[in-house]
C-alpha cells in the first residue's frame, strides 16, 4: 500500500488558469522548445524575446497506478513563423495509459499519433472533452487569440516520454493560412 493521502480539494482560477494549491509549476519558453518548430531560422530569430509559450499546474501527488494525476495546462496564443505555439507533446512512459482532456476556456486542436504513423486530430473549445487512447502521442496547439486553457487527468504512474517527440517530431504541424489553420507535412519528422 502506498503513502496514505487524505481527501482533498484543488480550486481552479477561471480568470488565470491556475489551480490552487498551485503545486509543481513547469513553464516552457521558446527557448525550451525552439527546435521542434519547423522554421527554425525565425525560431532563433525569436529567442531574444523568448516568448513564454505555455505553464501547467500539476497537482502534487504519488506518481503511481493508485492516482490520479490531474493539471491545467496554459497555451498562449502567438506563432513562430506560421506555425502556432504548440506543447511539447509526448508518449506516456507507460504507453498503454489514457488521457483524458477537458477544455477550460480558448480554442485549439488536440494533435495525435502512434508509433505506427496513424494520426488523428480533435477540435477543443470549452466544453470539449477529449479521450486520448493508450498508445497515442500528444500535443496540443493553440489555434485561436487568447490562452487556451484545459485540465486533463491520466493514470498517476503514466508519466512522460518527450524525448521521442523531440527527435522525430509529429507527422503534421498547424500552421496559419488566411486566418484559419491548416495542417501541412512536417518537414523535420523522421519516421
Known amino acids: 500500500m502506498s503513502q496514505l493521502i487524505k481527501p482533498f480539494i484543488t480550486t481552479y482560477d477561471f480568470s488565470s488558469g491556475a489551480i490552487m494549491p498551485e503545486g509543481k509549476r513547469i513553464v516552457?519558453?521558446?527557448s525550451d522548445m525552439w527546435e521542434m518548430y519547423q522554421d527554425a531560422d525565425i525560431a532563433k530569430?525569436?529567442?531574444t524575446e523568448n516568448p513564454l509559450?505555455?505553464?501547467v499546474y500539476n497537482v502534487e501527488l504519488p506518481e503511481n497506478?493508485?492516482?490520479v494525476q490531474h493539471c491545467t495546462t496554459i497555451l498562449y496564443p502567438g506563432k513562430v513563423g506560421?506555425?502556432?505555439?504548440?506543447t511539447k507533446g509526448h508518449y506516456h512512459e507507460i504507453i498503454n495509459r489514457a488521457e483524458i482532456y477537458f477544455c477550460l476556456k480558448g480554442s485549439g486542436l488536440l494533435v495525435m499519433q502512434t508509433k505506427e504513423g496513424e494520426f488523428s486530430t480533435l477540435e477543443m473549445i470549452p466544453g470539449s472533452i477529449a479521450y486520448v487512447p493508450p498508445y497515442w502521442a500528444h500535443r496540443t496547439v493553440n489555434t485561436g487569440d487568447e490562452p487556451f486553457v484545459?485540465?486533463?487527468a491520466y493514470p498517476g504512474d503514466a508519466g512522460?516520454?518527450?524525448g521521442e517527440i523531440e527527435t522525430e517530431g509529429f507527422a503534421k504541424v498547424v500552421l496559419e493560412h488566411t486566418g484559419a489553420y491548416?495542417?501541412?507535412d512536417n518537414l523535420k519528422y523522421t519516421k
Do not use: D, G, V
Open 82 to 86: 506560421k506555425e502556432y505555439f504548440m
Open 45 to 47: 530569430e525569436r529567442l
Open 182 to 184: 491548416l495542417l501541412a
Open 160 to 162: 512522460h516520454n518527450y
Open 65 to 67: 497506478e493508485e492516482h
Open 53 to 55: 509559450i505555455y505553464e
Open 28 to 30: 516552457r519558453r521558446l
Open 150 to 152: 484545459f485540465f486533463a
